[in-house]
């Protein structure tokens, strides 16, 4: 952001508007289509399609000769990101639905690592001279080489491979949506889907001016402090694998959800840099679990149909977009603190739901 902001000559709310806003609004209009599309007719092309298309967009951003190139060509990574990771996801949760939450768990521990990796990247092209163009083009690039690897490799057929004979017209997009809004079980796990958001980029974000403000902390020691996080988070998530071999899944969800809680209230108390490091790798740790065992319940409230499940998720992007600025005006209103507590929703919210789903209204869930 920083060096968009000098390269390009933008104010910090064009900042905010090209990173989040504007790449948030296009994904939320293409992605439903294109992920219902891909369920019907195979997810190996919108897989293998959306990665080139965020490489090609990551080269036009790293080449781009004008603002007008960076902002067609944003919109068009996320949307093509949301589109390749949300087949790919439901490739793996519907080629082995017993062990779906296993393989979230995967999924996010490679997601938590590929977020430790993108500063390093960054740090080694600034080594060499490079700027945030010249690393854009290598993301790219190492995004185009996977695409080649990917499309190597066999995907399953279709849930209804078409044929010769005359077939009736598929439901639109928002009616398919609209009928699984009507699955109450589906929209309670959306919703922890998407308070899995909290403790993230708000989090960090927030967490910043909480350290320097409260604490104290200069930059570097800021750094250090929140880079326990994903720390943890890589140590959580490998925990996590285990004990799903072991117990039930809500099981693990409700106690993660708790420590978690515990966790992060004593963060926000924690009286110096070194047990407010400590305290966040443990919401870190603590945290990783929830996204990836909640969105594996989403997908078994409607088992079959992941593209769907992805398309209804999506409508949550507003709510999404707005937080942040609805926690900015608390903060200015009520203080810092009151901003941080908000946050804290994400854990109980995740827990009321883990205590409160109903087993019988569940796919029977055994310890492995």
């Given at each position: ?139 790219g690039a190492l995004t185009a080489l996977y695409a080649a690897a990917v499309a190597r490799r066999p995907f399953p057929a279709p849930l209804a491979a078409p ?130 065992i909640a969105k594996a319940q989403a997908y078994r409230a409607l088992p079959g149909r992941p593209g769907a499940v992805n398309a209804l998720g999506q409508l ?53």
């Amino acid at each position: 952001a920083p060096d968009l902001r000098s390269g390009l000559g933008l104010s910090y709310q064009a900042v905010a508007l090209l990173l989040f806003v504007l790449p948030l609004a296009v994904a939320l209009l293409l992605e439903p289509p294109l992920l219902l599309r891909a369920d019907r007719q195979g997810r190996k092309p919108f897989v293998v399609g959306g990665l080139i298309g965020m490489a090609a967009a990551q080269v036009a951003v790293g080449l781009a000769p004008s603002l007008p190139t960076v902002v067609l060509a944003l919109p068009l990574i996320a949307t093509a990101s949301g589109c390749a990771c949300g087949a790919a996801q439901a490739t793996l949760v519907e080629a082995d639905p017993a062990r779906s939450e296993w393989w979230m768990t995967r999924w996010a521990l490679s997601a938590t690592l590929g977020d430790l990796a993108a500063p390093l990247l960054l740090a080694a092209v600034a080594f060499c001279g490079g700027a945030w163009r010249q690393a854009f083009v290598v993301s790219g690039a190492l995004t185009a080489l996977y695409a080649a690897a990917v499309a190597r490799r066999p995907f399953p057929a279709p849930l209804a491979a078409p044929s010769s004979e005359a077939q009736p017209p598929a439901p639109s997009t928002w009616r398919v949506v609209a009928a699984a809004a009507g699955n109450r079980r589906l929209l309670a796990w959306l919703s922890g889907v998407f308070l899995c958001s909290f403790l993230d980029e708000l989090l960090l974000a927030l967490g910043a001016l909480h350290l320097a403000e409260n604490l104290g902390l200069g930059a570097a020691a800021r750094a250090g402090v929140l880079a326990a996080f994903p720390i943890g988070a890589v140590g959580g998530l490998a925990v996590c694998e285990r004990l799903l071999a072991r117990a039930a899944p809500r099981s693990v969800l409700a106690g993660s959800a708790a420590c978690c809680t515990a966790a992060y209230l004593g963060w926000l108390a924690a009286p110096s840099a070194i047990w407010s490091g400590v305290l966040l790798a443990l919401v870190g740790a603590s945290a990783a679990p929830l996204y990836p065992i909640a969105k594996a319940q989403a997908y078994r409230a409607l088992p079959g149909r992941p593209g769907a499940v992805n398309a209804l998720g999506q409508l949550f992007t507003p709510a999404e977009v707005a937080l942040p600025f609805l926690l900015g005006v608390l903060a200015d209103r009520c203080g810092l603190l009151a901003a941080l507590l908000v946050l804290v929703l994400q854990p109980v919210g995740i827990l009321a739901l883990a205590l409160l789903s109903s087993r019988s209204s569940a796919p029977a869930e055994t310890s492995r």
